[in-house]
């Protein structure tokens, strides 16, 4: 133990005298810790009354939808609260090794020394956006060796020595160079790494890592929990995870720790908090997700009425009992539950644990939460909808044949082209009517572009866009000018990915959702059937008509997203492009929505392309996937065929990387893990574009010929892999 | 960084063609010319002028030739001999004139800007860091109030103080009107840029690397000189650009109500009486020295930011 | 069916909970802007001096006492008079002591002393010389002043050179400050507006041409360019001629700005969500440009516009000042500082410094209003 380090337990002793009783196993106690943010509207209380028991050498999911206090928490912890917040109760309890004195983190001056050197000495923290959290001002090394440095006295050589060996332990390619490379120059997946060697360079004995793989790839993400737990298991170092994803959690946890607006819902081991979650906010939350691979395949998720209210609105009682479908009147809307202690180490705080108020069968409460509104939901005939798919006289209700859209790179300062990036190369792709086809693939694929490129929200260079809204002709729109595209504006539309950004917050929702009636079609602005219209609309996406004069900063993420969906629907049109429609959502209300999704296609006839990073979703809605990579499908399927039997080795890697919420699965998926770095979109790899991060790149073909996307075995299926047939690649394992 | 500095002073090139042919278009700009001007001041007084005179002096001077061609000729004395024509007011070459001032304008300019940075960086910082202190509101309003006073007012108050209290002597420069003409100078750039450095530094203080940072233990003093002010330093760097001609014309103002011999009344007197070499020089130059100043600070600012040398973005 | 969707419908109920009120939800920009806008207090004060400056400048014939030319030879340089409110006898009315003149014997100067044994009474809406109210009503009557109109004159903030009421002078050159400025702004508005709109809508090599004339243009250093162009009107046009000319030079510099932060803005609204999604809903190019892209920028224009409406004031008083700018007879707060230009003149007649005063108050007030504008300008940021 260093000097420094002595007179930090000195130095707090005192505080933490009445409470030394920490068991040494345990080498973080969290007690009821209360964070506060003193605003001008009031006091908000973003964490209220916290306890949490961080297990030596184990990770802890702190896990919750977004305003739950989980980040606020994992800040208190190293006294990172900005004005004007501030811990107002309770302790945080620090036992760096089981011989080393309690101190009390919540009770040192957040600015004075003695947390510094327990802030990235003896924790260290890692945040959610890595390129952000890395000053641009400096290279990343001189960063490291700051870091280096401020905990450990040797010299700058050594220091810089160490920061080499520090970068390559959390695998960054060509340490020696990316030494001296700015945070601006790296990928995201990259910064998070750096971030990494930063928080470990000194070897704490706590890693905080708050959200450290939201803004990364599926891909990107795997590896990064690869390793963190290879470096935990090295170490032997204790983590306390934040994340909202359940499928992380499942993945990464030994116990977890579920918050609800500030406070502590329901505790435990991973597997009993999965199995038999005790509260009934964990088990809707565990319910609303889909979970990929799973073959009872349920055309509704169940989900949770409403939406988190703001900390500042926190009903009383149990904070949850207004969304809960088993509140009691008169017990959950007033008094705040205890703890209750379920077994070994699970805890819940919920009423209906309480004696008086178990329920005569205690059956119904460890049953599987359904919704009772699933049963009303009507079962959709998929072949119903799409009967007249295979009809070979008719044609899809789109083609997109080999289209491609390249945006220019200028350079100096008169703006010359220099070159061109081929967001979408070639693609062809057939939707036929009533189907839902799932588009996939890493940020930087071309899904995004190809899905306006089709509405036309921006230009296509070359190809067409077949467009047959009846089966018997077809209109290319990808040559038609803005004028005659004007009735093709209403038969597709496009729901957006930012439920904030897709609203103009100055025109109300009658404004907004009757604009493509008028714009398009004409219709006057006092004619009495636009105002039925749009009553109508707003009634049929579960919103009050009497809402049609309130503007949208009124409104919630998931509201805000019905207000989109009215406005795609208005005008009654076939194929609705669906841009990352649920990404931004929490996952209670991405169910309500994916839900509402399922019954407007049934009851308008709709067509979606769906476009989303997320594996698990596009499981959930569509009837056949496309997978793209670096502008171009590499491979299309149903989604049965293609999760359980894919035959692109991209397709795999993907899947593999997607984290499955059930922690029994753990590890019993085939791990292909991928390098982080794209290729560089402006000169494409010769060869298959994927040779250069594909795991069974063969010695000839793949780094020479370019694949063509060809149909491939009985299905109509297509993948662009040279060695499809001779390669068995993994799908998603079913539980059976 | 090579190629951003050729690219950059490849740039320069037109803008000084551009100010040149600004500059000597001004004072094309008024109807007649200076001889106009003489005539009508002699006749004012009653005397008689000599055509023949008046026709030699309009020969001598080019005046009658085309804008082009007496831009040309001005154009090409001063790249070929370094010769800015003559002044008719003076009778004196042109470059005698300036060469003569310049020196002190320089120095009083190259003195406010050393107040400038000087106050305003540690109250600049004082004000982010102690955000709503009361250290903070007194500079906050004395920001304001200096950035809403016009310079010559102030300095008219100065004087004012200064004759009133000390016996400050006007009629001629010294160093009581030098102190104040750099304090009035200062005060305008210090102001702007305080309220500049505050929000600047402001904004940086709230990104996610500070946070970063101080979770990695370091501490505040040296958190706040290492990232954020770094960052929001670049102002600083291109006041050199901005604060140059700002001084440039609050100094052609200040000068004049204070009297010292600078270029600045120079241009004005030639302004006023359509000596038009001497005019169009003076201009010229301080259009060349702002030209100049942005570019120092562009490389400065490349030098110091890396996103802006590398091309972030 | 609609049963199916009543769980889904029920967020409803716990969103409106969250509401202040359904008025808060149906309020528009404007009410949003200003609901804002009234938490910023400087803003505030900002806000209601600048409208009392420009009620001062509608009515400023009505509050002066005296028309701007009406001098008193024996006031030259006469000092301000105080206001007094009872009299020696203990009655009382407003009053002033008149001045009377008395010279050193020996040192030869001249110094007023108010006469504390005569009182000129001072009242509202008296009668006073005839001039048009609001340019069309002709009457007499001035907000206040001396109640008898024979009596001598009063100087409430003194008097200049050649007598003349500074008071009456400040109130009427608020009219030409204070205008310049917002016609200045206005030209430069425009400008920008159609030059900025241009190079941000249509973008490409029209925008790269208009970017590089705009980055010349900031390259010029300002104050010898203001000069250079306010020396080329000729001294002997109107004064509404030169008035005109020195706005249009005023704004040649000002729209630079502007039109770099259109084009910024529009460049950025072209990519926003919502942009795209009106387009998407069949909007035309105009329809994009006036009903979703200028109203989301319009509140920010007019902040910037404000704030840039000082700088004009102030480059007007300096180029006034220096004689480059409006000339007597017309009379503006630069005009009326020329007075102040001697060290000695200062020293005998300080008042003479008071326009630099409204100067200093008006700059400011529209600075805080500006600032509070831009801080309110949008009220969807989270």
Known sequence: MTQQEMNVTTQTAHDSEGSVAVDSDIIMSIQDLKTWFHTDEGVVKAVDGVNINIPRGKTMCLVGESGCGKSITARSVLGLIDQPGKIEDGKVLWRETRDTEVVDLASMKPTGDAIRRIRGGQIGMVFQEPIASLSP??????????????????????????AIEQLDRVGIPQPQRRFHSYPFQLSGGMCQRVMIAIALANDPALLIADEPTTALDVTTQARILDLIAGLQEETGMSVLFITHDLGVVAEIADDVTVMYLGKVAEQGGVNDVFDSPQHPYTRALLSSIPVMGQDTKVSRLSTIKGMVPTPANRPTGCPFHDRCTEAIVGVCDTVEPAVHHVGAGQLSLCHLLDPEHQPPDSETVADDDVDPQEELAPKVDIAARTDNLDDPDRFPLLSVRDLSVDFPIKNGMFSRVTSHVHAVNKVSLD???????????????????????????????????????????????????NRELKPYREQVRVIFQDPFASLNPRKNLLELISAPLKKIRGADNKDSSVQEKVAEMLRRVGLQPEYMFRYPHAFSGGQRQRINIARALITRPKLVIADEAVSALDVSVRAQILNLMADLQDEYDLTYLFISHDLSVVEHISERVAVMYLGEIVEEASTHELFTSPQHPYTEALMSAVPIADPHRRGSQIRVRLPDDLPDAVNPPPGCYFHTRCPHKAETLCDTDRPELHEIGDGPRRTACHWASELSLAGVASNQ | MLKYLGQRLLYVIPTLLMVSIVSFAIIQLPPGDYLSTYVANLQAKGEQVDPALLESLRQRYGLDDPFIVQYFKWMSGIVLHLDFGHSMEWSRPVGELIAARLPLTIAIAGASIAIVWLVSLPVGVYSAVKQYSIGDYVATTISFLGLATPNFLLALVMMWFGFTMFGLSVSQVNAGTLIIAMIVLGTAGTAGLIRTLRANLLDELRKPYVVAARAQGLKESKLLIKYPLRVAMNPFFSTIGWLLPSLVGGEVIVSTVLNIPTTGPLMLDALLSQDMYLAGSIIMILGVLTVIGTVISDLALAWLDPRVRLGAN | MATTLLPDASPDASATTDLKSAKAARSGQLRLIWRRFRKHRLAMIGLVITLFLYLV???????????????????????????????????????????????DPDTLALTFTPDEAQKVELGFFVRGSEYKLLG????????????????????????????????????????????????????????????GGISGFIGGRTDMVIQRIVEFF??????????????????????????????????????????REVRGRFLSLREEQFVMAARLDGASRPGLMFSEMLPSMMSHLIATATLAIPGMILAETSLSFLGLGLQAPTVSWGVLLQEAQQIRVIATAPWLLLPGLAVVIAVLALNFLGDGLRDAADPYKR
Request: negative net charge.
């Open chain 3, 218 to 259: 900031m390259a010029i250093p300002t104050m010898p360019l203001w000069l250079g162009l306010a020396a080329a009107i000729p001294r002997d046009w109107s004064p509404t001629t030169r008035y005109m000319l020195i706005t249009v030079v005023l704004s040649f510099v000002g729209w630079t700005g502007l039109a």
């Open chain 1, 137 to 162: 001002m400096y290279t990343v090394g001189a960063q490291l060796v700051q870091a280096i440095r401020l905990h450990q006295n040797i010299s700058a050589d050594e220091a810089r020595q160490r």
């Open chain 3, 136 to 195: 069309m009503i002709s009457t007499d009557v001035h907000l206040f002043g001396a109640t008898d109109p024979d009596a001598r004159a009063v100087h409430l903030l003194g008097a200049d050179r050649n007598g003349r009421d500074v008071l009456s002078r400040m109130i009427m050159g608020t009219r030409i400050s204070m205008t310049i400025g917002l016609v200045g702004v206005s030209l430069s508005f425009v400008l920008g507006i159609i030059i």
């Open chain 3, 57 to 103: 400048v509608i009515f400023g014939d009505f509050i002066a006492p005296y028309g701007s030319g009406e001098f008193d030879a024996d006031h030259t340089y006469a000092p301000p008079q105080a206001i007094k409110l009872v009299d020696a006898n203990g009655d009382w009315g407003l009053h002033v002591h008149p001045l009377t003149l008395e010279q």
């Open chain 1, 431 to 481: 939707i036929r009517p009533g189907e839902t086809v799932g588009l996939v693939g890493e940020s930087g694929c071309g899904k995004t572009t190809l899905g306006r490129a089709i509405s036309r929200a921006l230009d296509p260079t070359s190809g067409q866009v077949l467009f047959s809204p009846d089966g018997s002709t077809q209109v290319d729109l990808a040559t038609l000018s």
